[in-house]
Structure formats: structure tokens, C-alpha cells
């Protein structure tokens, strides 16, 4: 295999890397990144100011100046794009046009029109990892450019995530799929497997709406046990809200930690509870509790569901259903805390997605330009 050596990472603008504001993305990409670095590659991470990780060495990370674009998933569908200005998003592009030579493959890891836009006029490939299902009609246009233009330029976490493109499903109606998968692994050395639970259930996420922690409140209301809660606070209003309609939830909320830190309390619980209100895209925080030897209890929505099997490493229940999360809750005894860790090391490792990462940046340098399928040749209007 004829591997690309240099690797040039445009990372996320939602927030800087460390923050906790850029959710599942920031692991992943500091994940892979060590991981290629491990391999003897070459890896620069443009990122958004402030961004730090002391798991990358001093000078992988280059910084860039500029305002973050809005959460994607606080738009309407049909908002127009919006750059706020300076923009963060142009200036790490910017900053990558003036790199482009020196690297033979540049990663994209944003949500954002203009990063999706500007593949036609680099010069060095990009693809494309996309974090989020369907949630703008300009964004999901500027994918459907790429999938016709750049036949396998673009990447998805799972199956449900590109379920959520019409683009995707039409294309997939006609027998064929437009996206690579790339589920995300992680590094099994830093997880620690805990043989049993302490009884408290664990709710680990960006603390938003589309995350349902309002549903996790009622279960904590309704069983009575309490929770733990760890992660980044992207929307204060709404964690006010849920702490005064559940007064009653035994809410215990430590903060974004460090891996180290969060793995530690996450391994005591006896579940990890997830009640997205959207189509999680992956939620790598299901693979670190397994990895932990956390059983998951999620609804059947998105991403979480594919990674958890039913009854031996978890529970899928109906989506929104919390009454069916409580008696998932009383079945954890059934479960093998073991079986957990194991369905990590064997499908969810950081060796098993750097191999696949590798697999498919393989395939785009040795075709760079490949041809475009029906209708890629087309004037594409936006
Ligand atoms: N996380 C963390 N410390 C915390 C809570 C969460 O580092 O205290 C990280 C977690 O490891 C995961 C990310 O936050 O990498 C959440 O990602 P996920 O894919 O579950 O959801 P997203 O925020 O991307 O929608």
C-alpha cells in the first residue's frame, strides 16, 4: 500500500481544541493525529486560537485567528450562509491554500458551506470528514457537489448519519453509496476497565438541546438514582431549565474534564445514558464507556444505536421513551461488563480506525481526480 506520508488537518472553528466546544471531533482528530504521527507521517492541525493538546508534540498544532461561525445545529435549515467576520473558517482556509504543496492530503473536520465550497480549487486533495447528519439545505448542496465531482471525498461516522442526506439516500435508492465509513475508534490504553458499577448512572455530552439531557433528568427523577454529568456547558439557559423542572434529579455536574479525568469517574457508573434529540452522528462517548466496561442505555436514533448491541453491551429503547430507559435500567444486572471492553477492542480501536483512515486517503492520492460519475461534469450551479 502506497500511503500518504504528509497530512494537512483543517480542524473544526466551533471552538478550540482542548475547550470541549467542537464535541466528539476534537478526540478523533487529536486521536488520529497522534496515531499518523506514530507511523512516522507528517501531520499540521490548522486550528481555531487557544486550541492545545498535550498529546501532540509542540508545533503540530498552528493556530489561526478569527470568529467561529454559529452552531450549525442552532440554524434553521434554510438560513442563508453566514460568515461572521474576520472569519475563522476563511482564515484556516486561507491558511491552507498557502500550505497546500507541502502535504499530499488536506483533512477537513468542519461542518461549514465554505470548507465544503472551496474543494474545487485546491490543488492538493481534500476530503472531507463530516461529523453531523442533514441539518442545512446549503450545506448538504455543497455535499452533493463533492460526491458527484469527488466520488469518495466524503466520510461519515455511521450508517444513520448518512441516512440523514436526501442527496445520499436518492444516490443510495440507485445502488450506490456516496460516503466511505470511517466509525471512530480510540485508544484502549487510556481506559480503564472497571469489573462492576457503583450503582449511578453517568450522562456524558455537550450540554445542548439537541443532547436530550432534559430526558435523562426525568429518568434520574423517576429511578431515583443519581447521575453523574460531565461535559462541556455550550448552553447555560437550557441547563437552568432542566435543574428547575427536575428538582428532584440527583444531577451531579463535574465540568469538561480530561480524558484521564473523565474515564476515571465514567468507569464507576453503572451506565452511561444517552437520549439524543437528533441523529447522533457517531457519539464517541458511547465507545469510551464500553471501553471502561460501561454498558450503554441509548434510544434507537442515530449513531449510538448501530454501536450498541442489544442486550449484551446495552440497551436500545424507542426514541424519547423514558419510561422504557427505567426498565433498562433495572435489567443491567443481565449485562457483562466484560462483553463491553471486548466489542471495543475488537471493532472500535485506534489501530482499527487509523487503518481505515489510511485505507481511504491511499485511494485518493492514487486517483486524485477520479471521474466523475453521471452528471459530475455538469455546470454546477449553487
Ligand atoms: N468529553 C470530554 N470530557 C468531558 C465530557 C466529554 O473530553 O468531561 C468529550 C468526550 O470524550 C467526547 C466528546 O466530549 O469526545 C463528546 O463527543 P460526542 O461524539 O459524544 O458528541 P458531540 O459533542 O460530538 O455531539
Excluded at 499518523?36 to 493556530?63: F, K, N, Q
Excluded at 472551496?118 to 441539518?135: A, E, K, N, Y
Excluded at 480501536?349 to 492520492?365: K, N
Aim: charged fraction near 20%; hydrophobic fraction near 40%; charge should be negative.
Amino acid at each position: 500500500m502506497i500511503c500518504p506520508r504528509r497530512f494537512l488537518f483543517v480542524s473544526t472553528p466551533v471552538g478550540p481544541l482542548g475547550s470541549g466546544g467542537g464535541g466528539g471531533v476534537e478526540l478523533n482528530l487529536v486521536n488520529l493525529a497522534r496515531s499518523l504521527l506514530e507511523r512516522r507521517a507528517e501531520v499540521c492541525v490548522l486550528a481555531p486560537e487557544g486550541s492545545h493538546s498535550a498529546d501532540l508534540p509542540e508545533g503540530v498544532i498552528e493556530t489561526v485567528t478569527g470568529l467561529p461561525p454559529p452552531y450549525a445545529q442552532s440554524q434553521r435549515r434554510d438560513q442563508p450562509v453566514c460568515l461572521s467576520t474576520p472569519s475563522l473558517v476563511a482564515n484556516l482556509w486561507q491558511r491552507a491554500a498557502q500550505l497546500q504543496d507541502q502535504f499530499e492530503l488536506i483533512v477537513n473536520w468542519s461542518y461549514d458551506w465554505l470548507s465544503f465550497y472551496l474543494t474545487d480549487f485546491f490543488r492538493t486533495p481534500v476530503v472531507h470528514i463530516v461529523s453531523m447528519g442533514s441539518l442545512s439545505d446549503a450545506v448538504d448542496l455543497a455535499l452533493e457537489h463533492i460526491a458527484y465531482r469527488y466520488p469518495g471525498r466524503l466520510a461519515v461516522h455511521s450508517r444513520a448519519q448518512a441516512q440523514t442526506f436526501a442527496f445520499a439516500r436518492a444516490q443510495m435508492a440507485a445502488g450506490r453509496d456516496p460516503f466511505v465509513y470511517l466509525p471512530c475508534g480510540v485508544d484502549l490504553s487510556r481506559y480503564d476497565f472497571v469489573p462492576e458499577g457503583n450503582g449511578a448512572l453517568c450522562w456524558v455530552g455537550r450540554i445542548a438541546p439537541e443532547k436530550g439531557l432534559e430526558d435523562c433528568a426525568a429518568l434520574a427523577e423517576k429511578t431515583g438514582r443519581p447521575v453523574l454529568l460531565l461535559g462541556h456547558l455550550q448552553d447555560p439557559a437550557y441547563w437552568q431549565q432542566i435543574q428547575k423542572r427536575y428538582p428532584r434529579a440527583q444531577l451531579d455536574y463535574r465540568g469538561f474534564l480530561p480524558t484521564s479525568q473523565m474515564q476515571q469517574l465514567l468507569g464507576q457508573c453503572s451506565a452511561l445514558i444517552m437520549t439524543p434529540k437528533w441523529v447522533e452522528a457517531f457519539g464517541l462517548v458511547a465507545v469510551e464507556a464500553l471501553a471502561c466496561g460501561v454498558p450503554v442505555i441509548t434510544y434507537r436514533r442515530g449513531g449510538p444505536a448501530e454501536i450498541v448491541s442489544d442486550g449484551e453491551t446495552g440497551w436500545v429503547v424507542e426514541p424519547d421513551d423514558v419510561a422504557a430507559l427505567a426498565r433498562a435500567v433495572e435489567r443491567l444486572d443481565s449485562l457483562d461488563r466484560s462483553r463491553c471492553r471486548h466489542q471495543v477492542e475488537q471493532h472500535y480501536s485506534l489501530p482499527a480506525m487509523t487503518e481505515r483512515f489510511l485505507a481511504w486517503s491511499e485511494q485518493i492520492v492514487r486517483n486524485p481526480i477520479p471521474a466523475a460519475r453521471e452528471g459530475g461534469d455538469r455546470q454546477w450551479y449553487y
